[in-house]
């Protein structure tokens, strides 16, 4: 008779386990930051217009507390003075070829917040699109 001279280990390797986990949480991490870029709690107010513009150049958003807060596009807000207002919104628009702007707007706060956006856009010919959200 022949005899082996290996033995087969009877255990499991957790490392190919490991890397996987590893991997799952790097991808949930990712896609956590990526899905909500906006943690600015703005209340909206209410239309019935369902349009949508698909691409902005930058989104302007001014809480109930008049703070504002500028986006690129798609990307993460952060917050600004409303003094440096205008000239961050040309330092965008100058690299992109849209020209929309999305402001938005909490319901609640003063009338001259909003024409302040509007008259920057009306200044330097841009097109704005205020946001609300679908009344029900």
């Not at 319901?107 to 609300?132: M, P």
């Given at each position: 008779?022949?005899?082996?001279?290996?033995?087969?280990?009877?255990?499991?390797?957790?490392s190919?386990?490991?890397?996987?986990v590893?991997?799952?949480?790097?991808?949930?991490?990712?896609?956590?930051?990526?899905?909500?870029?906006?943690?600015?709690?703005?209340?909206?107010?209410?239309?019935?217009?369902?349009?949508?513009?698909?691409?902005?150049?930058?989104?302007?958003?001014?809480?109930?507390?008049?703070?504002?807060?500028?986006?690129?596009?798609?990307?993460?807000?952060?917050?600004?003075?409303?003094?440096?207002?205008?000239?961050?919104?040309?330092?965008?628009?100058a690299?992109?070829s849209?020209?929309?702007?999305?402001?938005h707007?909490?319901?609640?706060?003063?009338?001259?917040?909003?024409?302040?956006?509007?008259d920057?856009?009306?200044?330097h010919k841009?097109?704005?699109?205020?946001?609300?959200?679908?009344?029900?």
């Amino acid at each position: 008779m022949l005899k082996r001279r290996s033995k087969v280990e009877a255990g499991f390797s957790m490392s190919s386990m490991t890397d996987i986990v590893f991997l799952l949480l790097l991808f949930f991490v990712m896609t956590a930051t990526t899905t909500s870029p906006n943690d600015i709690k703005i209340n909206l107010p209410q239309s019935r217009a369902t349009t949508a513009t698909k691409q902005v150049a930058a989104k302007v958003f001014i809480d109930e507390n008049g703070n504002y807060s500028l986006a690129h596009g798609s990307g993460r807000a952060v917050a600004i003075l409303p003094e440096n207002l205008e000239s961050e919104i040309m330092n965008i628009v100058a690299g992109d070829s849209l020209t929309y702007i999305a402001l938005h707007a909490d319901q609640t706060i003063q009338y001259g917040e909003v024409v302040r956006v509007l008259d920057i856009a009306n200044q330097h010919k841009l097109k704005i699109v205020i946001s609300t959200k679908t009344r029900k």
